[in-house]
């Protein structure tokens, strides 16, 4: 069985800094693209930042400059380092992974969210 964890959310303040952690374990051969996605109170979930088994990465344009995705293999967790927060930022963040596993097979998996808060 695989689990998909995020942690790392939390309340800050406006220009301030969160970093998220979105964890893997159980039955893996290998992670392959990591998404980051965050869903606001009334509004459609949407994706934030991309890594590729490559390390090479994607982001919304509105987090360009402030957030950066990165991957530790050997730890099977996906980082999402948040800087210079806004208001606008607040939302649930969701890991979404493509997991390959020991027979082969590729599957997506969602985590349940962590929460972020950018609030005075």
């Known amino acids: 069985q695989v689990r998909v964890v ?3 959310g939390g309340l800050v303040q406006p220009g301030g800094s969160l970093r998220l952690s979105c ?3 159980g039955s893996i051969f290998q992670i392959e693209d990591v ?3 965050r869903q606001a109170p009334g509004k459609e979930r949407e994706l934030v930042a991309q890594v590729d088994s490559g ?10 400059g ?3 995705i990165s991957r530790d293999n050997a730890k099977k967790t996906v980082y999402l380092q948040m800087d210079n927060l ?3 930022d607040t939302a649930v963040y969701y890991c979404y ?3 390959v596993h020991w027979n082969n097979e590729r599957v997506n998996y969602w985590g349940r969210g962590t929460q972020v808060t950018v609030s005075l």
């Open 6 to 8: 995020e942690s790392g």
């Open 23 to 25: 964890a893997a374990s």
């Open 35 to 37: 998404d980051w996605y």
């Open 55 to 64: 390390s090479a990465t994607k982001y919304k344009d509105s987090v360009k």
């Open 66 to 68: 402030r957030f950066t």
């Open 86 to 88: 806004k208001p606008e």
């Open 97 to 99: 992974a493509t997991i």
